[in-house]
Nanobody, 125 residues
Framework: VQLQASGGGLVQGGGSLRLSCAAS????????MAWFRQAPGKEREFVVA????????KYADFVKGRFTISRDNAKNTVYLQMNSLKPEDTAVYYC???????????????????WGQGTQVTVSS
């Protein structure tokens, strides 16, 4: 699986950005797609994950109601729509993919075998 993340940038607080993660894989049906983020000096942090096939989606508490994950099957792309951005959302955002994860493992980065290169999101106050 290869992942290519894009869409980061500089935005004012309260603004929106949409990140994209273009995926290439032989099969998609058993994949779980996720977004993590890492701010300077901090550990990588779970943001959201969902099964490629649909159904189970898990959000970190701090993004509920602000961020939405979605998928475009035709483009093999997963999106992260981020609204009401805050300065504390500033980080490098990574997309990740793993196979056959159970729901309780969605937020654990150790279960994801494949990672994109990261895209910087900076939110100004």
């Amino acid at each position: 699986v290869q992942l290519q993340a894009s869409g980061g940038g500089l935005v004012q607080g309260g603004g929106s950005l949409r990140l994209s993660c273009a995926a290439s894989a032989r099969t998609f049906s058993d994949l779980v797609m996720a977004w993590f983020r890492q701010a300077p000096g901090k550990e990588r942090e779970f943001v959201v994950a969902r099964r490629w096939s649909g159904g189970s989606t898990k959000y970190a508490d701090f993004v509920k109601g602000r961020f939405t994950i979605s998928r475009d099957n035709a483009k093999n792309t997963v999106y992260l729509q981020m609204n009401s951005l805050k300065p504390e959302d500033t980080a490098v955002y990574y997309c990740a993919a793993g196979r056959r994860l159970i729901f309780s493992s969605f937020s654990d980065p150790n279960f994801y075998e494949y990672w994109g290169q990261g895209t910087q999101v900076t939110v100004s106050s």
